[in-house]
């Protein structure tokens, strides 16, 4: 295979003459010393450059260095390296080891080149101002700088237009599984190299430089206008066109909001009187209530599909909503459900006056894990496990995360997962699973890392819920993400401790036991308005930014949106992580390893510090970890670290601090005659000693 990195390259290099027009990036894009003859830093910041010879720049000076020109970078990294693990080993588990990078591309690789003061997808100068993958290629030696290995995307596949979210649509309404948002194409490469050239290109890449590709697949949702409704009408859920502007979610009296759809409450759900409105809505599929014409319809094909199918048939797809009962979100009207069923629910179909009622959309028939049916839908079955298989061989990609996976049917689940396994034995699969009570049924199901519920947990830090956080992980089945924020939750820095409390956790996550470090893109420029507003989050967080902010009132996962990377404190976060990195890698082992991790705890009541401690028996070292989660106030404490210094037999009382957030590396000498240790700590504090 052709090394697409190289021809993108070598397509940049030949429109240099080209590039002689009012094109800016913002510095931390410049992670790599760029020198260009016609650089120039604005009064802004901003760096004045010739995108063209920018760009293959980067490629040239940074990524290319790093490879090996015998190697093939577009098979998985784990094929690459060939590694022999031990027999204990699980296929995927590097991602234990991972620091993971969030990335909607759209918006990551977003800027306004032309300093027009819009967000353009085609500038004064022709050139796309939203993300592309190739511009995505100059961030790469920033996450490297973080110590970032692992990029994981947000949806990349073609989605739909119809019924959109904000001004450009969410990612996760998936027209198209096997096609890339055209969107991502960068216009100024020209019709020279496709959209999954360039991101052939992009993940090439991220392998030269020993980093990991993850991708988001969507198998339990599609888009109300997408590619399968014209093969495949039977797969979804259809009511009259007349009565979808009464379409809602089914309200079951006595019954709480947001309440999971166990088997106890369903037959209260059937009796529902607007549960049994609700199903009425429903109707046969077009091509089951008329198939001549239907395949006239198919015949003719039609621009737009969806709609000639209302005008013929009177029918609309019917969108989709929460599977918890009363839960107070409304429905999502640009996605809908597959039915995995050819049939209605075995445990509820008694519930059915009458059997032959048309498929609907309810709490237990979109719940199917829980709410199989007797007839398999096995042609959608397969064709969602041939998605990660085919972005596998394809591209070459290093894992996945399965939206919903577990609401779907387990033997569905287990196809997806075996068939990828089968591809790249090494493939890491990370489950969209918040309850970590649920970790061991994930653990079961073939997954190496939970999402957990850490976005929830390390915000709370007045109630002490970093604490439980951190202390029980542990005790949890599978690693869970040390994230303080996701890209549906809000921003960290937006919160109460606003960048001091941004700070003291992204770099604290870095050396959490059994936990993964993971940075939602912008975190790292402390930015405050949230992408998506769908977890935790008040309706005040999406107007954080000041008015005269562009993108204020702006949610990222729908609209245009550049994050703020000319921010006054822009590189701190960075400079932080850059330091600390090498410390994570030095104890990279005993960090993943809970046979080597001891907690910390302070001899003083109700404290707000937390402690880690982890020892290395071949050098009878000890590292330990404070944060002061007091991020308004200093903090005076003693930490008791005897338990930690029996592991090694380790009784020095001289130590290294090797990193903290006030001060500079220096020799460490405070310690108690009983060997305890003395701490001082500022607001929002990390210290790491080592002795």
Not at 29 to 56: C, H, T
Not at 272 to 289: C, G, Y
Request: aromatic share 12%; charged share 25%.
């Amino acid at each position: 295979m052709q090394n697409k990195l190289l021809k993108l390259q070598s397509i940049l290099e030949k429109k240099i003459s080209k590039g002689s027009i009012n094109y800016v990036v913002p510095d931390i894009w410049n992670a790599w010393n760029y020198d260009g003859n016609e650089l120039r830093k604005m009064p802004s910041g901003e760096l004045l450059v010739n995108p063209y010879r920018f760009y293959s720049s980067v490629i040239r000076q940074y990524i290319l260095p790093k490879s090996n020109p015998k190697t093939d970078y577009s098979k998985s990294l784990s094929k690459i390296e060939n590694k022999k693990h031990s027999k204990n080993y699980l296929g995927g588990d590097w991602v234990r080891s991972s620091v993971m990078y969030s990335t909607m591309i759209r918006t990551s690789a977003a800027w306004d080149h032309d300093r027009s003061f819009s967000l353009d997808l085609s500038n004064f100068d022709e050139m796309k101002e939203t993300g592309t993958f190739v511009k995505m290629l100059a961030l790469l030696p920033f996450l490297k700088k973080m110590g970032v290995d692992t990029v994981y995307m947000l949806p990349i596949s073609r989605f739909s237009l119809k019924d959109k979210k904000g001004e450009l649509g969410s990612p996760y309404g998936v027209a198209s599984f096997f096609e890339l948002d055209p969107s991502l194409k960068e216009t100024m490469i020209g019709d020279t190299m496709t959209v999954e050239e360039e991101f052939q290109a992009f993940v090439e890449a991220c392998h030269m430089l020993s980093m990991r590709v993850i991708i988001d697949i969507i198998p339990r949702t599609n888009a109300v206008e997408n590619d399968l409704i014209k093969l495949h009408p039977d797969w979804f859920y259809w009511i009259k066109a007349s009565e979808f502007k009464n379409y809602k979610v089914p309200f079951v009296e006595g019954i709480e909001s947001t309440i999971a759809p166990l088997p106890k409450y369903m037959s209260q759900v059937y009796a529902s009187e607007d549960v049994l409105r609700h199903i009425k809505m429903f109707q046969f599929d077009p091509k089951h209530q008329n198939e001549t014409a239907w395949n006239q319809l198919i015949e003719e094909s039609p621009k737009d599909f969806v709609d000639e199918i209302e005008k013929r048939f009177g029918l609309k797809i019917a969108p989709a909503f929460s599977d918890h009962i009363n839960d107070i979100q409304p429905p999502w009207t640009d996605v809908t459900f597959f039915r995995m069923y050819m049939d209605h629910p075995i445990d509820n179909v008694g519930y059915l006056k009458n059997k032959k009622t048309p498929p609907y959309i309810l709490f237990d028939t979109i719940k199917s894990n829980l709410y199989p049916g007797k007839v398999p839908n096995m042609e959608l079955w397969n064709t969602l496990a041939s998605i990660i298989p085919y972005y596998q061989n394809e591209y070459g990609i290093d894992g996945a995360r399965i939206d919903m996976g577990h609401a779907l049917p387990t033997e569905l689940l287990k196809m997806i997962i075996d068939n990828a396994k089968a591809v790249d034995g090494d493939f890491a699969f990370i489950a969209e699973e918040m309850n970590t009570d649920n970790a061991p049924k994930a653990k079961a199901n073939g997954y190496n890392i939970i999402i957990g519920n850490g976005f929830w947990m390390e915000p709370r830090i007045w109630e002490k819920k970093l604490h439980t956080f951190v202390y029980g992980a542990k005790e949890i089945a599978l690693p869970m993400f040390a994230c303080a924020e996701t890209h549906d939750t809000a921003r960290i820095a937006g919160r109460d401790g606003g960048q001091v409390l941004a700070r003291m956790l992204t770099t604290f996550n870095m050396f959490l036991p059994n936990l993964v470090p993971f940075i939602n893109s912008g975190q790292e420029v402390y930015e405050t308005q949230p992408m998506n507003t769908g977890v935790d989050c008040t309706d005040k967080d999406k107007f954080n930014l000041p008015k005269e902010d562009l993108f204020y009132g702006k949610l990222a996962l729908f609209d245009k949106y550049a994050f703020h990377y000319m921010a006054p404190k822009r590189w701190e976060l960075a400079d932080h992580l850059d330091g600390i990195k090498i410390i994570r890698k030095e104890w990279l082992k005993q960090l993943t390893n809970l046979d080597y991790f001891v907690p910390l705890y302070m001899n003083e009541f109700d404290t707000p510090a937390i402690g880690l401690g982890y020892f290395n028996p071949n050098t009878k070292k000890c590292l330990m970890v404070f944060a002061n989660t007091n991020v308004y106030g200093n903090l005076s404490c003693t930490a008791s670290i005897q338990i930690l210094r029996e592991q090694v037999d380790n009784r020095s009382f001289k130590g290294q601090l090797l990193y903290s957030t006030y001060e500079m590396p220096r020799e460490f000498h405070q310690f108690n005659p009983d060997g305890s240790i003395q701490l001082q700590m500022g607001p929002g504090e990390v210290r790491i000693i080592e002795i």
